[in-house]
DNA sequence: GCGGATCAC
DNA sequence: TATGGTGATCCGC
């Protein structure tokens, strides 16, 4: 859409703020701009919403003051130290600007709305907005003039402009159209990046030097032509385009008729076509600047689709965006490759145009007295000590007119969600279920891209418009339905039992799933499973297809052996931590990583576990020797992986395994493992030392009063249904061994830190045992056979067990986490260590100076800093 | 890793 | 009567 941002600028901003200091254009017609904003306040005042939006204005209020507070604190000296820093940083940047590139960035006029007035001629001189009463996408422009935009509820835009017609959206058409743009598109830049079904950047050097020499047949164009009556449209809007482009005004967008073509004849003009003469009339032909290439990209598309575009063209998507904006609608705006032409744009441009400057951080940079790219320059030292340095860094881009100048590719997906608003639901019941269609939705939505994440999240908005999210991250991947809603279900009961009695008055519900595993996670899974299953095992089959490069690693182990494998590697590890003593240290938040053999007899047998044959008896090759080890059981097999890893037996490590796994980042998770691996030791003495001294220490650290009861309030945090559906059992100590164990082994890492290893996946649980499955945690058994499920279900005990621990820890300040973290001081809170640093080398900031959130520009970010 | 916030479209 | 859905990122824990 062009400049969702303006709008809500013109329709919150003005609501909430009263500033009146927006550029609100819609005085000429329709309704002014005071009438406007009595006639929303009208409609919003009393409201939750309002009164949430009037909560979230306090708190960025609040932290305006607090900025200032720390404004206030800053000396002189830090101000003129940060100076030189940021000067210097400054400095690199202009060395590296680069003006070489031309970008372009496209953006279709009230694109939704211009679509169904294309296709509908009755709404041809009507206002006109896309969306329900509840929301609008786009508005037309003509319902602009009444302040109707898009991110306006409909009943609202309906006061404003009674005539208003509102459309349903038919997203299918847009996409049929934004289709046909993007062919056009790519004529210009086959590597064209859509951000929408309305906008594109374009990266048009190559297009530019390759046109140079093209003939004017090349650039010419057939202009269609319509009955007689329309015959001079086409022209008439063609010469348009070669005069000054600020001249078309938006009422000669609005008077020029959406249907340049009678309805009954759709046949476009494209480049296939320009040979038929009985179509073709009238020609044009475009120059070879970036600013032709430009009109004839509008042209194509307006021939083509018979809907207008804008566009900007500039050396940087940034600006590039800003142009797009600046001869809205149907018009282009460039700035030519050179340095001062930049700066003269830039100089007074207010930062809310900037992609990225939101309304916050608007009000917060207006707090500082900065409004324009000017002032942003001219605060930058302060600027560097109130903000992050990714935002400082980020506003210092911005004031000196730098942007990406590459168009870079669309990075893997990082989380897919569902969620929808509804009338205010209270009854537990009906939030559970509702909670379970979301989780079919979403599985649905994840099946049909094949992903599978490790971390559920919840959103839950009350009806006062107050939103909560709430996360759990399991050890393995889910995907269905059915796993997904387990550990949603979980996240909404906690939430549900907090409020109790009171119930939830819940307006929206929405579930998401990321941690997604990234290429390199899945490379290295390949990786394991080919080096087990290449030899002429039809498993492979089940993998899909391998990497050449895979393969030839594990095919041929001798020529490698200059190199260090995977496996080696793995090994030295394995034998090192056997070696060194063990720390018990833990870092709080602290991943838990898998460790390589144990991850890799997981992925084997998952492999098994998929394929079509599961018999016992497969033909397996050694990761290690990288002998093919022929018929022979898995343990057998397993056997002969211990014996030349040197290890444990990994029978053991099955035995000694735990159904699941979760971050052993709380102490109650460790004692619950504690217990269990207490008994495990007792029936099973041939535990590696590691092993075994894990335990003893593990033992030791939890042997206090409490352990007992810690387990009984994980099983007591079970809900009524799961035990009264379930078999009550006491602790087993057989049961904890064969089925589910616990504690495996726990390396010492570099970091010092605590890690357990990866455990045992249900998949390989299944290869050994058939019994019923009993979880560790709950000690309950399990009803489902489905053993991902049965695994998240005891992630989430033990995330339970966590939120317990966190409950005893307020009760009691003085269990708290001792490793890893620090006092700071005057608060008494305890804080994480920083593991982690971002800044630079150079830069350096007043210790004093906390930094203020800033804002999260996020494509600009990623269009700056790629 | 979690939760709140901000931003874009 | 009544204020959306999806995805990303950042910060401080």
């Avoid at 600047?289 to 566009?311: C, D, H, M, P």
């Avoid at 894990?694 to 009524?720: G, I, Q, R, W, Y």
Wanted: aromatic share 6%.
């Amino acid at each position: 859409m062009d400049s969702t941002k303006e709008k809500n600028d013109s329709y919150k901003d003005d609501l909430l703020l009263r500033m009146g200091l927006n550029d609100n254009k819609a005085g000429m017609e329709g309704l002014d701009k005071e009438k406007i904003n009595k006639i929303i306040m009208e409609a919003t005042k009393g409201s939750r919403f309002y009164g949430n939006e009037l909560k979230k204005e306090k708190q960025v209020n609040q932290r305006i003051e607090n900025m200032m507070q720390q404004k206030a604190q800053i000396t002189g000296q830090q101000l003129r130290k940060a100076q030189l820093q940021v000067d210097r940083f400054a400095m690199e940047l202009e060395q590296s600007r680069d003006l070489n590139n031309t970008i372009v960035h496209i953006d279709m006029d009230a694109f939704y709305a211009a679509v169904e007035m294309r296709d509908n001629p009755e709404l041809k001189d009507k206002p006109i907005a896309v969306g329900s009463s509840s929301m609008l996408s786009t508005s037309n422009y003509h319902a602009r003039r009444f302040g109707v935009r898009a991110a306006m509820p409909g009943f609202i835009a309906k006061r404003l402009c009674p005539q208003l017609i509102i459309v349903p959206p038919n997203f299918d058409k847009y996409r049929a159209v934004s289709k046909e743009v993007k062919e056009i598109l790519a004529d210009y830049d086959p590597n064209f990046m859509a951000m929408s079904l309305d906008e594109a950047y374009l990266n048009i050097t190559k297009h530019l030097q390759e046109r140079q020499n093209w003939p004017e047949d090349k650039r010419k164009y057939f202009i269609k032509t319509g009955h007689a009556l329309e015959n001079d449209k086409p022209r008439k809007e063609v010469n348009k385009l070669s005069e000054h482009e600020r001249s078309i005004s938006p009422l000669l967008f609005e008077d020029s008729p959406p249907d340049l073509q009678p309805p009954g004849n759709t046949s476009q003009v494209n480049v296939e076509e320009q040979n038929n003469p009985q179509i073709l009339q009238n020609s044009v032909v475009f120059g070879t600047s970036a600013e032709e290439v430009v009109k004839e990209i509008r042209f194509r598309i307006e021939q083509k689709t018979t809907l207008t575009a804008s566009a900007g063209i500039a050396p940087n998507t940034m600006l590039a965006k800003v142009c797009s904006d600046k001869n809205k609608p149907n018009g282009q705006y460039q700035i030519l490759p050179k340095r001062q032409a930049v700066m003269d744009f830039i100089k007074d441009l207010p930062i809310r145009k900037v992609s990225g400057i939101g309304k916050v951080t608007e009000k917060m940079l207006k707090a500082l007295g900065i409004i324009t790219c000017t002032e942003l320059y001219q605060q930058r030292a302060l600027l560097s000590l109130l903000f992050s340095e990714t935002s400082w860094r980020y506003f210092l881009h911005i004031s000196m007119g730098l942007g990406s100048t590459h168009l870079t590719r669309d990075g893997e997906r990082k989380s897919m969600s569902v969620e929808r608003t509804f009338s205010e639901i209270s009854k537990a019941e009906e939030q559970y279920k509702l909670c379970q269609e979301l989780c079919s939705e979403l599985a649905q939505d994840l099946q049909k891209e094949g992903l599978k994440g490790r971390t559920v999240t919840i959103k839950l908005k009350n009806v006062n418009f107050e939103v909560k999210t709430r996360a759990s991250t399991v050890s393995s991947v889910v995907s269905t339905a059915e796993e997904i809603f387990a550990i949603a279900k979980e996240l909404l009961r906690t939430e549900i039992d907090a409020d109790f009695p009171h119930p939830l008055r819940l307006r929206l519900m929405g579930v998401r799933l990321s941690s997604f595993p990234n290429e390199e996670d899945k490379k290295h899974q390949q990786r394991s499973i080919v080096g087990f299953l290449q030899a002429g095992n039809q498993t492979l089959s089940a993998t899909g297809c391998i990497e050449k490069t895979d393969k030839d690693q594990f095919l041929k182990p001798v020529e490698m052996s200059h190199k260090k494998s995977f496996f080696d590697k793995k090994r030295s590890e394995r034998k090192w931590s056997h070696q060194d003593t063990f720390k018990c240290e833990t870092v709080n938040g602290q991943g838990v990583q898998a460790s390589q053999p144990f991850q890799v007899l997981k992925k084997m047998s998952e492999n098994l576990e998929t394929s079509e044959s599961s018999s016992n008896n497969q033909i397996f090759t050694c990761p290690v020797c990288f002998r093919e080890q022929g018929s022979i059981s898995l343990e057998t097999f397993n056997k002969h992986v211990d014996a030349c890893l040197g290890g444990p037996s990994v029978s053991e490590m099955f035995s000694c395994s735990h159904a699941s796994s979760t971050e052993v980042k709380k102490e109650n998770v460790h004692r619950s493992f504690s217990l269990c691996e207490k008994q495990d030791s007792e029936t099973h003495q041939k535990n590696t030392e590691i092993t075994s001294e894990d335990c003893v220490e593990l033992v030791e650290t939890v042997c206090n009063p409490s352990e007992a009861e810690s387990v009984n309030a994980l099983s007591n945090e079970l809900s009524k249904e799961e035990r009264s559906s379930l078999p009550s059992t006491s602790f087993n100590t057989e049961r904890c061994h064969q089925n589910s164990s616990c504690a495996v082994s726990l390396q010492n890492e570099d970091s010092g830190s605590l890690r357990r290893q990866e455990t045992l996946q249900p998949r390989s649980y299944e290869v050994i045992t058939d019994q019923a499955l009993i979880c560790p945690v709950c000690n309950l058994e399990q009803k489902t056979s489905d053993l991902t499920l049965f695994n998240v279900h005891v992630d989430i005990c033990l995330n339970k067990g966590i939120i317990q621990e966190l409950k005893e820890d307020k009760v009691n300040p003085v269990n708290q986490p001792k490793e890893s973290t620090k006092s700071t001081g005057n608060s008494g809170r305890v804080q994480k260590t920083i593991t982690k640093t971002k800044r630079s080398g150079s830069m350096t900031k007043s210790s004093t100076a906390k930094k203020i959130k800033p804002n999260n520009p996020r494509h600009t970010l990623d269009i700056f800093f790629k």
